[in-house]
């Protein structure tokens, strides 16, 4: 008998997972929290929401009820906004498959608690899941996922039987997986880099130029690593598909919405007025001030970070910002790091 797939958030990346598993032949429950938004993926199989001009497969069936699109799944993905993750997967813990493996599909840090995804579903979950929780992220914008590009992204489990089965189910020919057992590492670098590329959009929108850009993705990278490494994840993670690789596609791409958030903030518009406008969320802009936050609490110098945080939260003029982080200290580029630790 095939899995059966709950797959939680009807945003772009979750509609788009969901359709590539029914692609596969998987029966797949996707649950949509906008009624109207449910409708229409039920009667015109499209959602034009979030992921427009795309077909979904007839093997996904939209619920707006958590309960139905959860029970007797085997497989659930979580591909929810990280702020609200919590809040829903606790209302679906009463309905889980006693032998369900969890897949994070959401990039970000969770507000005061500072916590990664999969933790948060680790202090959710009753113990016997813990194992079971794995992690997906990668360079995919959610688009191209579904026009059949080719992409290649990172399964994390602790577990390696656990990876190994989510690889197998998630690949496709048109999308390569790999695994690793550095949840925290590809977490990290999933959530981080949209902080980077805040930063790389507002370099765009000042019109600084590709040597600018380039010089916030390198030591975007290292402060990334930097943090990482304090948090026990293996530096050689933040060198691939789930850090430089997602880095470089999400302050570069032009369907990456943390860097079109930085290009209107180079070009002037206050971070409100922006997120107004927007129907999809920017993961970034509540990370900067979580990725501040850690920077603190461990101690971590990430002077980019810094300053995206006080551009979005103490109104700073990006001019300023940039200013600021020219005129630093003079430093060595090469850092002292133990690339044998891991997480």
Request: proline letters at 4%.
């Amino acid at each position: 008998m095939k899995e059966q797939f709950g797959v939680i958030g009807a945003g772009g990346w979750g509609t788009a997972i969901a359709n590539l598993l029914a692609g596969k032949g998987y029966p797949v429950s996707l649950w949509v929290y906008e009624k109207d938004l449910c409708r229409e993926i039920e009667r015109r199989r499209r959602n034009t929401l979030y992921l427009p001009g795309i077909r979904l497969s007839e093997g996904i069936t939209p619920t707006t009820s958590l309960r139905e699109a959860v029970k007797g799944r085997q497989i659930l993905v979580t591909a929810s906004p990280s702020h609200v993750i919590r809040r829903v997967v606790k209302k679906a813990v009463p309905y889980l498959h006693p032998r369900a493996i969890f897949v994070s599909a959401s990039k970000g840090i969770e507000d005061k608690t500072l916590l990664t995804v999969s933790q948060v579903l680790k202090e959710i979950l009753p113990s016997r899941f813990h194992s079971r929780v794995t992690v997906i992220s990668g360079p995919s914008f959610a688009q191209e996922v579904a026009r059949r590009i080719p992409t290649a992204v990172v399964i994390a489990a602790k577990e390696p039987a656990v990876a190994r089965r989510v690889q197998e189910l998630f690949r496709t020919p048109y999308f390569r997986t790999y695994t690793s057992p550095d949840v925290i590492g590809v977490e990290l670098g999933g959530a981080l880099k949209n902080v980077v590329a805040l930063a790389a959009g507002v370099s765009d929108g000042l019109g600084l130029g590709f040597n600018t850009r380039a010089a916030l993705m390198t030591r975007g990278l290292a402060e990334i690593t930097r943090l990482g490494v304090k948090m026990g994840a293996n530096p050689l993670t933040l060198s691939g598909l789930a850090g430089a690789g997602d880095l470089i596609l999400t302050c570069t791409g032009d369907l990456s919405r943390n860097r079109t958030v930085g290009i209107k903030l180079g070009k002037g518009m206050k971070i409100k007025e922006i997120l107004s406008r927007m129907k999809m969320i920017a993961e970034g802009v509540k990370t900067a001030k979580s990725a501040y936050e850690l920077s603190r609490r461990y101690q971590v110098e990430m002077p980019i970070t810094e300053q995206v945080y006080l551009i979005l939260y103490r109104n700073k003029k990006p001019e300023r910002a940039v200013s600021d982080l020219m005129g630093r200290d003079l430093k060595t580029e090469l850092e002292k790091v133990n690339i044998m630790k891991g997480g």
